[in-house]
C-alpha cells in the first residue's frame, strides 16, 4: 500500500514538473548551470570516422590529413590509417584528405569529396582510397 | 533598480510557483550534471582559489580506467544523453589523457566539458578536444591584464586566457561562457572588461564572487563590501536590460531577493546533490567540488556512484537543518532554502556569507 502511495507521489511530481516544463519557464528550470560549471552542451554533433587505404597496394595510409571545409577542425589518420572526430551536425561535409609528409608513408594525390548526412545518423564511416601518385 | 522589499507581483507569483517545481525536482533528484575532479595539480596558485590544488598534488591522479568503469556503469543506469560531465580541477588541461578520456565519454553518449584558466590551451590542445567530442568549456577571467595576472599570481596568465579565449571563440559548435570572479579591484572596472569581451565576441559572462574558503581565506580583502555587492547586482541588471550580443550573468550561488530574474537566466536553485553530483579526486563523492568536505556521501572506491546517488544525499535533499543563524528568522527561507550550500562550513554549520541580507 505505502509502495503504490510512493508511486502516486512520484507520477504527481513528474506531472508538476512536466507542467512547468510545458507551459512556463522552460529554459530557466531545465537549462541550468552549476555555479562553477560550464553552459549545458546540446550535443548536436556527430562522430565521424574512417580508415584511409591506398588503391593500388590496398595498404592502410598513416598521416594522411583530414580537414572539413569552414570548418577549424582538423585530424590525421594514424599507423592503421584510421581517423575519427566529433562534428558539428550539418547536411553535407567536405573533406579534404591530403598527403602532408611527403615521400614517408608513400606517396598520395590529395582527394576532396562531398558527403551528405541523413539527419537519422549519429555516425558515419567512411573508407577513403588515395591514389597512389 | 530594485529595492530589497520591492517585489513585482511577477516575481513573487514566479518565487511561488517556482518553490513547486524545485519540490518536485528534489522528490525525483534526476542526475543531470556531474563534476569530475580530474586533477589537484594546477599550473597557477590563484590568491581566490577555493580548491586544495597544488602544482604538485599529493593526492594522485585517479587512474582513467577506474573512471571511466564507473561512468559506464552510470550509463547503464542513466540515461548518459541527459547527464553533462563537467571535468575540473585542479587544472583539468595537465591532463595528457583528457581528449582521450573526453572521447570515450562522448561515445558512451554523455555531454562533455572543462573548466579551465587557459593557461596549457594550446590550439593543437583545443582542436584535439573539439574532435573528441568537447561541447561546452568555461573560461577563468579574473579582469584586465594587471588585476587577472595579480588574482592569478602569474605575468603571463592574461594573454595565455586570452589566447585561449580567441581560440575557444573559433569554434561556434562549444558551448562557451567566460567567468570571472569579482573583488574589490574589479568591481568598478567592469564596464571597461565588458566592453571588451564584447569586442572580442563572447556571447556570455558570467560574474561570481569569492567563497571565503581555501587559499581565498588569506585575502580577505578580495571579499566585496555590501554596498559593492549592490552595485555589482546594479550592473548586471543594467547590462542585461540593455540587451546586448553580450549576455551577462550572476552565477546561481545564492538567493538575490528583489534582483530574481532580472541578474540571471534562472531563479535561484541550489540543484548539489539533487541534480549535480561529482566524483573527486580521491574517489570521494560529493555534490559540487566546492562544498565543504564534511558533506561528503561516500566513495567510488567503495560503493557504486548510483548507489550512493540513490542512497545517500539525505542533507542535499532535505535542507531543513540548515533553518539556523540567520535563515532560522528569514522571511525568504522558503525560496532560498540556506542559499548555496558551498557557502556552509560544517565543523560549526556556519553560513559564510549571506548575499540577500547584504542586498541594500
Redesign the interface.
Known amino acids: 500500500m505505502k509502495s503504490i502511495k510512493n508511486q502516486f507521489?512520484?507520477s504527481?511530481?513528474?506531472i508538476?514538473?512536466s507542467i512547468?516544463g510545458l507551459f512556463?519557464?522552460s529554459?530557466?528550470?531545465f537549462?541550468?548551470?552549476?555555479?562553477?560549471?560550464?553552459?549545458?552542451?546540446?550535443?548536436?554533433?556527430i562522430?565521424l570516422e574512417g580508415k584511409v587505404i591506398s588503391e593500388g597496394s590496398e595498404n592502410s595510409i598513416q598521416n594522411i590529413e583530414i580537414r572539413l571545409q569552414n570548418l577549424?577542425?582538423?585530424?590525421s589518420s594514424d599507423s592503421e590509417g584510421n581517423f575519427?572526430?566529433?562534428?558539428?551536425r550539418q547536411d553535407q561535409y567536405t573533406f579534404n584528405f591530403r598527403d602532408i609528409d611527403g615521400e614517408d608513408n608513400g606517396s598520395y594525390t590529395n582527394l576532396d569529396s562531398v558527403i551528405k548526412l541523413d539527419i537519422s545518423e549519429n555516425s558515419l564511416f567512411l573508407s577513403v582510397l588515395l591514389k597512389d601518385k | 533598480m530594485a529595492t530589497k522589499n520591492s517585489f513585482s507581483l511577477k516575481q513573487k507569483a514566479?518565487l511561488k510557483?517556482?518553490r513547486?517545481?524545485r519540490?518536485?525536482?528534489t522528490?525525483?533528484h534526476p542526475l543531470?550534471?556531474l563534476?569530475w575532479e580530474c586533477t589537484l595539480r594546477c599550473n597557477l596558485s590563484c590568491l581566490h582559489c577555493g580548491s586544495d590544488c597544488h602544482v604538485d598534488s599529493e593526492v594522485p591522479d585517479m587512474p582513467s580506467d577506474i573512471f571511466l568503469r564507473e561512468m559506464e556503469h552510470i550509463a547503464q543506469k542513466y540515461d548518459p544523453?541527459k547527464i553533462?560531465v563537467?571535468i575540473?580541477g585542479g587544472e583539468p588541461l595537465l591532463r595528457k589523457d583528457l581528449p582521450e578520456i573526453g572521447?570515450k565519454l562522448?561515445?558512451m553518449g554523455f555531454?562533455?566539458?572543462?573548466?579551465t584558466n587557459g593557461y596549457s590551451l594550446t590550439p593543437n590542445i583545443y582542436?584535439s578536444l573539439?574532435?573528441?567530442?568537447l561541447?561546452?568549456?568555461?573560461l577563468s577571467l579574473d579582469g584586465q591584464e594587471s588585476d587577472h595576472n595579480w588574482i592569478r599570481n602569474r605575468q603571463d596568465a592574461y594573454s595565455k586566457a586570452m589566447n585561449a579565449l580567441n581560440l575557444i571563440l573559433?569554434?561556434?559548435?562549444?558551448?562557451?561562457?567566460v567567468?570571472s570572479c569579482v573583488n574589490k579591484r574589479t568591481i568598478n572596472k567592469l564596464p571597461e572588461i565588458f566592453n571588451d569581451l564584447k569586442k572580442r565576441g563572447l556571447k556570455?559572462w558570467?560574474l561570481?564572487t569569492i567563497t571565503p574558503i581555501g587559499r581565498a581565506l588569506d585575502y580577505p580583502e578580495l571579499d566585496l563590501s555590501a554596498d559593492e555587492f549592490t552595485s555589482l547586482m546594479n550592473f548586471i541588471q543594467a547590462k542585461r536590460a540593455e540587451n546586448s550580443e553580450l549576455t551577462v550573468n550572476f552565477?546561481?550561488?545564492s538567493y538575490l531577493g528583489t534582483y530574481e530574474g532580472k541578474v540571471r537566466?534562472?531563479?535561484f536553485?541550489c540543484?548539489?546533490g539533487i541534480?549535480?553530483g561529482s566524483i573527486l579526486a580521491d574517489g570521494s563523492v560529493s555534490a559540487?567540488?566546492?562544498i565543504d568536505r564534511e558533506l561528503i556521501q561516500g566513495s567510488i572506491y567503495k560503493n557504486r556512484f548510483t548507489e550512493i546517488w540513490e542512497n545517500n544525499f539525505i542533507p542535499f535533499r532535505d535542507r531543513s537543518w540548515t533553518k539556523i543563524g540567520l535563515c532560522k528568522t528569514c522571511k525568504e527561507y522558503k525560496y532560498c532554502e540556506g542559499s548555496?550550500l558551498?557557502w556552509w562550513r560544517m565543523s560549526d554549520k556556519q553560513l559564510l556569507k549571506c548575499h540577500y541580507s547584504e542586498i541594500r
Open positions: 507521489n512520484l504527481k511530481k513528474r508538476i514538473k512547468f512556463s519557464l529554459t530557466m528550470l537549462v541550468f548551470q552549476a555555479c562553477y560549471g560550464t553552459p549545458q552542451d546540446f550535443g548536436q554533433d562522430l577549424p577542425q582538423y585530424t575519427s572526430m566529433f562534428c558539428p | 514566479l510557483s517556482f513547486h517545481y519540490k518536485a525536482e522528490a525525483l543531470n550534471y563534476f544523453t553533462m563537467v575540473t572521447f562522448r561515445k555531454k562533455w566539458g572543462i573548466v582542436n573539439v574532435n573528441c567530442g561541447g561546452a568549456i568555461t573559433s569554434t561556434p559548435r562549444v558551448q562557451s561562457d567567468v556570455t558570467r561570481f552565477s546561481c550561488e537566466d534562472g531563479l536553485f540543484r548539489a541534480n549535480i559540487c567540488p566546492n548555496g558551498h
